[in-house]
């Protein structure tokens, strides 16, 4: 057997195993630099937030009267005149799905003035925990090139629905007492780059 025909082979075996060793390659650099990787991005710009205020019985699936009141200034602050999404049109809502396990109603209760104020219906067809389905309907639909897409979550889920949409390093866990933030991820550089800002929407709410 000689050695030329035995080379061939050798390499004929590898090929298969290009693309893996390319992507693994791509993977150590993603996370050794951090975010310094582009984003390939529809939308311009998300804007992601938690539900609003609820009930102190854990059971109880409904906004609070204060949540009620924080979905409808959010209406106000993302409506049609939003300076937020001037020149990016809002085109879809997001929530979470009811299931038995999650019967919350809270994110779709938050959007509702909202999806009134747009004239956009609000869509819950994802469960909270499969964030990462949801971040790649949203970064890979056409439909949404350079505009803003709207999304009320749980709040167990929002760091890592942020970092599949691309933020890095992933923002830490929304806490548990923390209504009134809206965290707008914006693509216009070709990457993801998180502003973390105050609603001042209602009293109690952050100044900064």
Same mark, same amino acid.
């Given at each position: ?10 390499? $004929? ?20 630099? %951090?975010? %310094?990787?582009?984003?390939? *991005?529809? !939308? ?5 937030? /938690? ?12 906004? *609070?009267?204060? #949540? /009620? ?16 999404? =001037? #020149? ?5 809502? +997001? $929530? ?11 994110? %779709?209760?938050?959007? =509702? ?5 747009? #004239? ?10 499969? +964030? /990462?389905?949801? $971040?790649?309907? @949203? ?6 090139? #350079? ?10 889920? @929002?760091?890592?629905?942020? %970092? ?7 923002? !830490? ?7 009134? /933030?809206?965290?707008?991820?914006? +693509?216009? *550089?070709?990457? =993801? ?16």
């Amino acid at each position: 057997m000689t050695v030329q025909p035995m080379i061939a082979r050798k390499q $004929a075996c590898l090929k298969p195993l290009l693309p893996v060793r390319s992507w693994l390659l791509c993977s150590m650099v993603v996370a050794f630099f %951090g975010g %310094g990787c582009a984003v390939r *991005s529809e !939308p311009l710009q998300v804007i992601l937030f /938690r539900h609003g205020e609820k009930p102190e019985d854990r059971e109880q699936p409904h906004l *609070s009267a204060e #949540g /009620r009141e924080r979905a409808k200034a959010l209406a106000t602050l993302l409506g049609p005149s939003s300076s937020l999404t =001037a #020149g990016a049109p809002v085109a879809a809502l +997001y $929530a979470t799905r009811i299931t038995k396990h999650e019967h919350s109603q809270r994110t %779709g209760e938050t959007l =509702a003035p909202l999806s009134s104020a747009l #004239g956009l219906p609000v869509i819950a067809s994802v469960d909270s925990e499969n +964030y /990462r389905e949801l $971040a790649h309907t @949203i970064l890979r639909n056409p439909r949404f090139r #350079g505009k803003t897409v709207i999304v009320c979550w749980t709040h167990h889920d @929002i760091a890592q629905l942020a %970092g599949a949409l691309g933020v890095r390093p992933e923002p !830490p866990p929304w806490k548990d007492k923390i209504f009134d /933030r809206l965290w707008v991820i914006d +693509y216009r *550089s070709g990457k =993801a780059e998180l502003k973390d800002l105050p609603q001042h929407l209602l009293k109690g709410d952050s100044k900064r």
